[in-house]
């Protein structure tokens, strides 16, 4: 946020609880009253629950759906909510934050960094939060964790802060071969 904020952007934390329908409509309510408009919006909450981490055969619908929630469900209730105002921006953006595991190509290449990883939840839910990301930005625009959070928050503020002709509808993350980040392989 301080980074944003020395580079001359008015950004402000939101606090709200993404898998309450009531919460989040509260929060777009407010920030249409306070400013009228959104100019980015970062969906960065996620869930990774320890139970999955369990093999896919030892895996509970409970904890498939519980990471659902957060990590996909509550992306499209939060978009849904604040697109009005974000599109009454300028040039508005939205930053949904994935994971390289939710690359099928990553995790199923074996020379990937991510390849050992075998449960489903976390990585499934990312893997539909690309789609999610990848289905918004046709509509809107006609084109098609382990780090710490620094380094999770780098590509957060990046992809914030391209300007209003720079690229959308791309996994853009951490490349593990180089160290350096660019488009990932969905």
């Known amino acids: ?9 008015d950004a402000r934390p939101l606090p709200l609880e993404v898998t309450d329908p009531v ?3 509260a929060a777009a309510e407010q920030v249409e009253r306070e ?4 100019d980015v919006l970062v969906n960065n909450a996620g869930i990774v629950r320890a139970d999955g981490m369990a093999l896919p055969s030892e895996t509970t619908l409970t904890t498939i759906r519980e990471v659902f929630e957060t990590n996909v469900f509550a992306v499209v209730t939060v978009t849904n909510a604040f697109l009005p105002l974000l599109l009454r ?7 949904n934050v994935s994971s390289e595991v939710g690359s099928i190509t ?30 918004y930005a046709k509509e ?3 084109h ?5 959070a620094e380094q ?32 990932l392989p969905w």
């Open 140 to 142: 809107l625009n006609g």
């Open 152 to 183: 999770g928050a780098e590509v957060s503020v990046r992809l914030a802060t391209l300007p209003a002709d720079g690229p959308t509808g791309q996994l853009w993350g951490h490349l593990a071969a180089d160290d350096s980040y660019g488009v």
């Open 89 to 95: 921006a300028p040039a508005g953006r939205i930053v």
């Open 23 to 25: 919460s989040v409509a």
């Open 106 to 135: 990553a995790m199923t290449d074996p020379e990937s960094s991510v390849w050992p990883l075998t449960s489903v939840p976390y990585p499934s839910s990312k893997a539909a939060l690309n789609m999610v990301t990848a289905m």
């Open 1 to 9: 946020m301080a980074a944003l904020r020395d580079g001359g952007a």
């Open 35 to 38: 400013h009228g408009r959104l």
């Open 144 to 148: 098609s964790g382990y780090r710490s």
